[in-house]
């Protein structure tokens, strides 16, 4: 009897159990987000055919382990909160989640309920799981990425398209095992495309010759992979992509209806193939109402929006790989590689135009998708900044760098065609500079240019490679490559030769970046008469208008004053060129000259002409005053060392001597106030177009007023909708 009621208690409690289970709301769980491991992301949840996301109030270890199990792996290794994957969209399913950790879906663990919650997506919960999967797991293949199968995946293109850079067009294939397959197009979405050609650096894809490869496919014996892919859009690489349904081809070779997946990017312009070269000459692009800024190398930078004819910057909050990516795609590249905070790539100027953007990730343009103009609580420090990938455009495999002390140094060569071969060879320094330099960095992938030198006897480079190949250089600095310079094409003509004289470089990961605050110009223009006698040290330093005569002592000189505000934006310290044992003393003021010239003050008619003009030597590169937490390292007292410091700023008030232009006989009328810092790029710097300074100025014979000063060239397209 004992044994009948146990039996029957064991039965009745089995019942319960398989009603609760039943009972059970059906879930499916995704991890996602601006990951970059298959085994983490933001915790998703799919509810009544919809996914959502997970609050992290009160989520724990506990509830991860259950979360991880539920997706197929051995357990939870962290759990993060604060939407540190990124926040997700749509609805959060769960919030005050409790688990134990013995149960064994995360839908078992008791919580608000399904859509009840009072969170934003700024508290979306991330895990990070075990990389060991459960062996025979029901999900082992649900939700999984290719990124836990794929070894490589690649664009093949036909033999026609062998020669072609860079690669746009052809046959999407996967390395899996050692073995190179083809993907079945049968559940192939445009989606999918998008994806590949984003990861290859192009923004945007286009229809092919189907027939091509129709008449290929039939004649040739097919390797397809056993699964179908599906991206959403938005991923950096095929490989976050998620494994479709497993295909069912016979031995592999065949697709039912399909063809191998093929695939045609369109590059952006700067990428685009002209010739059998590969590349065109660089461009002048269009005024564009994004840009990147203090990028050491192409696609990469810190983000800037211009609104109202005004430069700015985006605040990180919120930014993610979706708003980068449509800055990335926007800019002719393909999808973001990263999207950085903290002004990882440096500290713009001026105001902070956008902040908390969200971007679907398919907008046109940054300024489509919704921010919040209020960018109260926003510093420079938070300037947001991305990382783009960029078409292989084998630009590395023609110059290299030899004989110098480590991989950043040393003698350029290049390879050029001679002959119907290719030869590496030295660059004729004549009238080499860092603009040169820069962008043989650029092309190295090596970062900025920190000097560049016309003598390189002391590297010893390759001995079969002294011929000079490349002579009459002149870059802009926009270029990508060295043989989109200006040169002298195969007529080379270099009057000191090669050996000692060939072109080097050192380059660098950082660089200064000098700007001048514009509205510090603007706020202290005045005019002031000042007699010749106190004038004699300014006209020694050249600093008066060449009607000044040096024993004048009865007369005045009209002068222009202003001051100026200097800061480094940059990734590493301003320093002067020449070395303590290279500056020279000026008796007149008492102080060294540590720059030749370091800055230059013109005021032009409205077409341009210079109608008067001074300069400014550097007597004194200091830190005048540091953002805070910046402690100050360079002083001009005591011979000491001289410099900006980055995040200080050097000020030069309008009362010192020089700090003007002598305007004694310009005749009233307007007029363009300009200056210009580092004018011959004696020092290298990260980014010489903001180096400019304009304003519009009217001068009555007795006042003068200065407005609309901005930084860079002037600005024609203004932004109103932001």
Known sequence: MAVSSALCIFSLLALVQAQSESQQPKIQLRLAGDKHKHYEGRLEVSYNNEWGTICDDDFSIEAAHVACRELGFLGAVAWSPSAKFGQGEGRIWLDNVHCTGREKSLAECPSNGFGVSDCRHSEDVGVICNQKRIPGHSS??????????????????????????????????????????????????????????????????????????????????????????????????????????????????????????????????????????????????????????????????????????????????????????????????GSAKEALTG????????????????????????????????????????????????????????IR??????????????????????????????????????????????????????????????????????????????????????HHGKHISCPKGGGRFAAGVSCSDTAPDLVLNAQLVEQTTYLEDRPMYALQCALEENCLSSTAKKNDHSSYRRLLRFSSQIHNVGQSDFRPKLGYHAWTWHECHRHYHSIEVFTHYDLLSLNGTKVAEGHKASFCLEDTQCDEGIQKRYVCANFGEQGITVGCWDTYRHDIDCQWIDITNIKPGDYIFQVVINPYYDVAESDYTNNVMKCKCRYDGYRIWMYHCHTGELQKKKLNNL
């Open 140 to 333: 082992e293949l649900v939700n999984q990425t290719l990124e836990e199968r794929v070894e490589e995946i690649r664009i093949r293109p036909i033999s026609s398209h062998l020669k072609r850079i860079p690669v746009t067009e052809g046959y999407v294939e996967i390395k899996e095992r050692g073995k190179w397959r083809q993907i079945c197009d049968e559940e192939w979405t445009p989606l999918n495309n998008r994806v590949v050609c984003g990861m290859y650096g192009f923004p945007g894809d286009k229809n092919y010759n189907n027939k091509v490869y129709k008449s290929l496919s039939m004649r040739k014996k097919k390797n397809y992979w056993g699964f179908s892919v599906n991206c959403t859009g938005n991923e950096a690489h095929l490989s976050s992509c998620r494994l479709g349904k497993p295909l069912e081809p016979k031995r592999n070779s065949t697709c039912g209806r399909g063809l191998p997946v093929v695939v045609s990017c369109v590059p952006g312009r700067a990428f685009a193939p002209s010739s059998s070269t590969g590349f065109r000459k660089a461009y002048r692009p269009e005024q564009p109402l994004v840009r990147l800024r203090g990028g050491s190398n192409i696609g990469e930078g810190r983000v800037e929006v211009l609104k109202n004819g005004v430069w700015g910057t985006v605040c990180d909050d919120n930014w993610n790989l979706r708003a980068a990516t449509v800055v990335c795609r926007e800019l002719g590249f």
């Open 343 to 398: 002004a990882k790539l440096g500290q713009g100027m001026g105001p902070v135009h956008m902040n908390e953007v969200e971007c679907s990730g398919f907008e046109k343009s940054l300024t489509d998708c919704y921010f919040n103009n209020d960018a109260l609580g926003c510093s420079h420090e938070e300037d947001a900044a991305v990382r783009c990938n960029i078409p292989a455009m084998g630009f590395q495999k023609r």
């Open 401 to 486: 760098l030899s004989g110098g002390r480590n991989p950043y140094e040393g003698r350029v060569e290049v390879l050029t065609e001679k002959n119907g071969s290719l030869v590496w060879g030295t660059v004729c320094s004549e009238n080499w500079g860092i603009v040169e330099a820069m962008v043989v960095c650029r092309q190295l992938g090596l970062g900025f240019a920190s000097h560049a030198f016309q003598e390189t006897w002391y590297w010893a480079g390759d001995a079969s490679a002294d011929n000079v190949v490349m002579s009459g250089v002149r870059c802009s600095g926009t270029e990508m490559s060295l043989p989109q310079c200006l």
